[in-house]
């Protein structure tokens, strides 16, 4: 099945810094990648995501890259600020070839701290 | 704004107790997640279900743990009997496949409920 790993588990930045977060995953089927963030007691949410037939999207403060030969992903926050403090989780989707569907497995979450 | 509903958003409960869960995806979605998350093990995989029919649930505990959809509009992941570890907030997710047999699928974005908060003593 599909493994992901996700570092760092925790990352500490300056107001303004920025801040990366990167995802491996196992399966070369694997073809979206969506990144969520949870706010300490919330639900996750869906900040950004992207596709296998792309290889870097942007949304404002936000962007992400895919390299699909190493099996890599990445999350970059620029000019981070207070409310960007949470926990971001990565995920990776392949495709369930019984019934079909999608699946994600999840990355193990990152806690972004950014200090004032 | 459509969002993912659950019930009961905080249950305490004591072990051996049964304890049923209820989620309302997002009207005309047709994909059902329930994940289960703890400090340790992040956001596990419990069950899958697509158009009602469950996919997968490798990841959960057969034992003790059941997960139905009696309907488009409802399901449910059942704890029979509940045990301390069990302990942890469980999300109940859901998207919309578009998924085609002999076409490549877009992907799926997921969208989550508010959680149900588990306490068994």
């Known amino acids: 099945g599909e493994n992901v790993e996700q570092h760092p588990s925790t990352l500490s930045v300056q107001e303004g810094d920025s801040a990366v977060i990167k995802c491996t995953y196992s399966?070369?089927?694997?073809?979206?990648f969506p990144w969520y963030k949870q706010e300490l007691g919330k639900r996750p949410q869906l900040i950004i995501d992207i596709r296998s037939n792309v290889g870097e999207k942007k949304d404002q403060r936000i962007a992400v890259t895919l390299n699909k030969t190493a099996k890599h992903f990445s999350l970059h926050i620029t000019e981070t600020q207070p409310e960007d403090s949470a926990v971001y989780f990565c995920a990776a989707s392949i495709r369930v070839l019984t019934g079909g569907g999608n699946k994600l497995t999840f990355g193990t979450g990152t806690q972004l701290k950014v200090e004032l | 704004d459509a969002r993912v509903t659950q019930t009961p958003r905080h249950k305490v409960t004591e072990m051996g107790q049964e304890v049923t869960m209820r989620c309302q995806p997002i009207?005309?979605?047709?994909?059902v997640f329930w994940y289960r998350q703890t400090m340790m093990q992040g956001l596990e995989l419990l069950a899958y279900?697509?158009?009602?029919?469950?996919?997968?649930d490798s990841g959960m505990p057969k034992d003790r743990f059941s997960a139905e959809m009696p309907d488009a509009t409802l399901a449910t992941l059942k704890i029979q009997p509940s045990e301390p570890r069990d302990s942890a907030v469980y999300f109940c997710?859901?998207?919309?496949?578009?998924?085609?047999?002999?076409?490549?699928?877009?992907?799926?974005?997921?969208?989550f409920g508010e959680g149900s908060w588990l306490t068994v003593v």
């Open positions: 997710a859901s998207g919309l496949d578009r998924f085609t047999i002999g076409r490549e699928s877009s992907g799926n974005t997921i969208y």
């Open positions: 279900f697509r158009n009602r029919a469950p996919l997968d």
């Open positions: 399966d070369s089927a694997s073809n979206y």
């Open positions: 009207l005309g979605h047709n994909t």
